[in-house]
């Protein structure tokens, strides 16, 4: 960030000195005033005070606590002006935090932890599904099921049993905002074990099609509602300093998730039935979520948005410190002074004042899926079988294990290289190993070293998703969406993660069958760098800046 914390910046490129000179005269004026106003009533109360015989103590100490509070409304003030100054140029990259962070002696990681759990839930119930296939489609007879059979009863069983969890997470996701804003995150983070665990125990002893289909639509709606809600939580209770690490950690659970259900099936060859007991044991981790959360303090910034700004202070003494008490109901009562606005709708996302934030969500989820990462893990076996790598399990274990050094990294980095610059690398590196791998299905020169191409592309493009396009978009959503909008803004940008990933995976092979596997890798190559443009046109950096200074600068209230 370079230049004056207030340089106004133009389309031209220059800095409007005037401009800043009549706001620092206007802010100055506006100091000396109220100064003043404070010296002649603390004249006029000691006059006051010695005619009715007052304890001259006692007056002074109340005078010196009325002054203090209204020297704080000063400065909350200027503040505020000062953060919408910075902001009010087309160049928002300019915001700089106003003021030094203290330090946290409060306890947040064991809170993000149980939060995590959800995540975990949601990559797990992903992955669980692919090694217990073929098992589970014996044990229900879909095979020999002629009606549903058609031309592939594997084919028909994915589409129905994948399917409903995507359509319910799609349901998930779209609900789960609505619950947050009116019962809370912790609440809804309880009432969100109900459809995991109840969905994990039909599954697991599903003895038809229609019981798992149910089974698995209730766990959809369960890893919908965790998927928005997660992020969410970890965002509004992380202090600034380390937002970014501790956002990442969520993709970093839903990888842990994934491998996790990798490992889970190992057994299966051994113990065909073992399916039962792989979706079986995710009721123990919804579980535990709610118990958890019902001890965890709620979103002190929900809180204060509600009103209840006892529970604030104390929900941010639990999780921060008492020290921090102070900073943070200061921030929180400068980014909502002077509005008295109701509780956002559905339709306020689309005002002209969020518009164009909502849309950037939006865009970042659309991105990720059409950037090809769902295509990369379906196709991932057959590329390491054109290696020599028989085993897909070992594959699998290639591909995750890419993930998770790859999200480790982007945690370590998140909060020091910011998030923007993450995920334009991350769509950078992207584009260049889907190139990579559509060139080795095709160019004949290439032939004899195709398979350990089409490897090292496989992996280069999964280190470079996990390092920012897969999680800097549930992170970076929650910094950028105001607190009255922010739940279920969240929910409509993970809505439409959902519904591509439904479309994709409905479409995906009908479209290879007609333009060919190269062709489609080469168009997911144009897709990543069309998101490398768009992201560095519209979306802006937050690292290091509060909720409450960026919500200032994009959504100022009215």
């Known amino acids: 960030m370079q230049g004056s914390a207030f340089a106004i910046k133009v389309s031209g490129g220059g800095v409007v000195g005037s401009e800043l000179h009549n706001r620092r005269r206007i802010v100055s004026g506006q100091f000396s005033t109220r100064s003043l106003n404070v010296k002649s009533l603390c004249i006029s109360c000691k006059n006051y005070s010695g005619e009715l015989g007052l304890d001259s103590n006692y007056m002074g100490a109340q005078l010196a606590s009325a002054k203090m509070r209204v020297e704080t409304m000063v400065g909350m003030s200027a503040r505020a002006r000062s953060v919408r ?39 797990y119930h992903l992955g669980v599904v692919n090694g217990a296939l073929e098992y589970l489609a014996k044990d229900l007879g879909i095979a020999e099921n002629t009606v549903l059979k058609g031309n592939s009863g594997q084919l028909v069983l994915i589409r129905w049993v994948v399917s409903a969890s995507l359509a319910g997470a799609t349901v998930g996701s779209f609900t789960g905002g609505t619950f947050a804003d009116k019962l809370g995150r912790t609440k809804t983070f309880v009432l969100d074990a109900i459809p995991l665990a109840l969905g994990s125990f039909l599954s697991a002893t599903a003895q038809s099609v229609n019981s798992m289909i149910i089974g698995r639509l209730l766990v959809g709606i369960g890893i919908g509602v965790s998927s928005a809600l997660v992020p969410l939580y970890i965002s509004e209770i992380s202090p600034t300093e380390i937002r970014g690490t501790l956002g990442a950690v969520n993709q970093l659970f839903i990888c842990i998730g994934i491998l996790v259900a990798l490992v889970a099936g190992l057994p299966l060859a051994a113990n065909p039935s073992w399916w039962r007991t792989m979706f079986g044991i995710a009721i123990v981790p919804a579980i535990l979520m709610a118990l958890g959360m019902a001890f965890s303090p709620d979103s002190p910034r929900w809180l204060f948005q ?9 929900a941010i003494r639990k999780l921060w410190g008492k020290e921090r008490v102070a900073e943070v109901m200061h921030d929180l009562k400068a980014s909502s002074q002077g509005s008295n606005e109701a509780e956002a709708g559905w339709l306020d996302l689309f005002s002209s004042r969020y518009r164009k934030v909502v849309s950037v969500g939006a865009a970042l989820f659309l991105f990720q899926q059409l950037a090809g990462i769902n295509a990369v893990v379906y196709y991932s076996t057959s590329v390491f079988r054109s290696a020599g790598i028989e085993s897909d399990v070992a594959a699998s274990a290639l591909v995750g294990a890419a993930n998770v050094f ?13 998030r923007k610059s993450l995920i334009m690398t991350s769509f950078g590196g992207m584009a260049v190993s889907m190139l990579l791998l559509s060139l080795s299905f095709t160019w004949k020169v290439l032939a004899p070293y195709a398979g350990t191409l089409a490897v090292l592309g496989t992996i280069l493009y999964v280190l470079s998703f996990s390092l920012g396009a897969g999680p800097v978009p549930a992170l970076l959503l929650p910094e950028i969406f105001a607190s009255r909008i922010r739940a279920k803004a969240v929910s409509l940008s993970l809505g439409m993660h959902w519904v591509s990933n439904f479309a994709i995976g409905l479409y995906f092979l009908s479209v290879v069958n007609k333009f060919g596997i190269s062709t489609v890798y080469l168009g997911f190559s144009m897709v990543c760098v069309l998101a490398v443009v768009y992201i560095a046109s519209n979306v802006i950096e937050t690292k290091g800046r509060s909720l409450e200074e960026i919500e200032l600068a994009l959504s100022p209230a009215v």
């Open 85 to 123: 100054a910075q902001a009010s140029g087309d160049d928002l990259e300019q915001l700089t935090s106003s003021k030094p962070r203290g330090q946290s002696s409060g306890s947040v990681l064991p809170y993000v932890a149980v939060a995590c759990l959800g995540a975990i839930l949601f990559g």
């Open 306 to 314: 509600q009103g209840k700004y006892s529970q604030a202070e104390t």
């Open 406 to 418: 790859g999200t480790l990294v982007a945690s370590t980095l998140m909060d020091k290289k910011g």
